[in-house]
């Protein structure tokens, strides 16, 4: 399965952004999806996750009650909404799947398949 995320951009800080990761050559029927960032000089940071048969979430807690992640069956597409962007949020955003459990969605070295990244960056 191939992913193409979008949606990143230059916002300010205290605004909105939603990023779409789309499926393509596949479905996410028997995956979790999952979010993932990386900033400059930083290592790639879990974000968010979701399974994609039965929507069970998680998220980080530098995110949690701010970012949203969701998914649309019709479109074979997984989103991130993200409210009250912080210059620390700035990253380039990727999508990943995985078939792992639950407790391990937050290591990036059992995702598989991987989007392109896209840049997201918040000016203060």
């Known amino acids: 399965v191939q992913l193409q995320a979008s949606g990143g951009g230059l916002v300010q800080d205290g605004d909105s952004l939603r990023l779409s990761c789309a499926a393509s050559g596949g479905s996410f029927s028997s995956y979790t999806v999952g979010w993932f960032r990386q900033a400059p000089g930083k290592e790639r940071e879990f974000v968010a996750a979701?399974?994609?048969?039965?929507?069970?979430?998680l998220y980080s807690d530098s995110v949690k009650g701010r970012f949203t992640i969701s998914k649309d069956n019709a479109k074979n597409t997984v989103y991130l909404r993200m409210n009250s962007l912080r210059s620390e949020d700035t990253a380039v955003y990727y999508c990943a799947v995985t078939r792992i459990i639950r407790s391990s969605w937050a290591l990036p070295e059992y995702y598989y398949y991987w989007g392109q990244g896209t840049l997201v960056t918040v000016s203060s």
């Open positions: 979701i399974r994609w048969s039965g929507g069970g979430t």
